[in-house]
């Protein structure tokens, strides 16, 4: 969410919403596995357990959830990574909420296949009285070191995969917000002795996604420091409001903003701009032409 720049938000919430269910529900099938596991170990062994027999169990029960895991992680992340990718109507809830359950997924896979099996062997072993006991080294299987590399290659491929696209929006972000910079004025707002310019490539908002420059301008024409803006476009409705879903980031020039929105129709959207910084604090209310 921090790599991205998305705040917390409604879109967000139901994003970690999906993710707790599905990681709680990966959780309990792997515990499930290791109660099997033991109880298993334990009839083999004709009703009473050593450490080192817990231990095995353990291993042998979340081995037999590597791959369930691993696809379920795997069709997660493939479904959802076009998403991060999108640029249509919609992409900008979409985003913020397809994110957690991206990244937990990954968390979640760490979590279940390594961090649930230890904290149970450490709460069996203290409900059966078996912590004194010394375990024996444990001898790798002959196949432990493949499955581990498999597992490592996995992982990498789906972080790879998550960072690469992570790129992607971000440098066609930037690469839009350059075109902006030499677009035409779409319109121009007059708050105090500062005017509020909004630039376009077109030279005009268009239905959908759309990718802007905002400038603050003193009278003289000079770009003003306004620190932070807030940007804010709705289109009211009988019964509802569609919002215009703005996000308006700093450019690196002062007084500069790269902003995206997605207006889902035509017609004259009411805008409004919110600044706090160096010169002060201020708002302005407008109209935006979207064809």
């Known amino acids: 969410m921090w790599l991205l720049g998305y705040n917390f938000s409604v879109a967000v ?21 290791l109660e099997e596991a033991v109880e298993r170990k334990r009839r083999e062994l004709g009703g009473t357990l050593t450490r080192a027999a817990l231990r095995d169990a353990v291993m042998e029960g979340a081995l037999l959830r590597l791959r369930p895991k691993l696809m379920t992680v795997s069709t997660v992340v493939a479904g959802l990574l076009p998403i991060m990718w999108s640029t249509s109507v919609g992409a900008e809830v979409m985003k913020p909420l397809a994110t957690p359950v991206l990244g937990g997924m990954i968390s979640s896979l760490i979590h279940v296949l390594i961090v649930t099996p230890v904290i149970f062997f450490s709460i069996r072993e203290r409900q059966l009285g078996l912590q004194h006991e010394t375990l024996p080294v444990a001898v790798p299987a002959p196949h432990g070191g493949r499955r581990i590399m498999i597992t490592t290659v996995l992982l990498t491929a789906v972080a790879a995969a998550l960072f690469v696209g992570w790129r992607l929006s971000r440098q066609g972000a930037t690469d839009a917000g350059a075109a902006a910079q030499g677009g035409g004025r779409v319109v121009t707002a007059r708050s105090g002795d500062m005017d509020i310019v909004v630039l ?37 409705m009988p019964g509802m409001v569609m919002p215009g879903n703005v996000q308006a980031q700093p450019s690196g020039v002062p007084g500069r903003f790269t902003a995206t929105a ?30």
């Not at 919430?13 to 596995?33: C, E, P, S």
């Not at 959908?208 to 003003?224: D, K, P, Q, Y």
């Open 200 to 236: 376009s490539p077109s030279g005009t908002l268009r239905t959908g996604r759309n990718t802007f420059t905002i400038e603050f301008r003193s009278s003289s024409g000079a770009l003003v420091d306004v620190g932070t803006i807030r940007v804010s476009a709705t289109m009211t």
């Open 13 to 33: 919430w139901v994003g970690f919403i999906a993710l707790f269910g599905t990681a709680v529900q990966t959780g309990v099938v792997m515990v499930i596995y």
């Open 262 to 291: 997605e207006f889902g129709m035509a017609g004259s959207w009411p805008i409004n701009v919110e600044w706090t910084g160096p010169a002060g604090s201020g708002s302005a209310n407008f109209h935006g032409s979207v064809q």
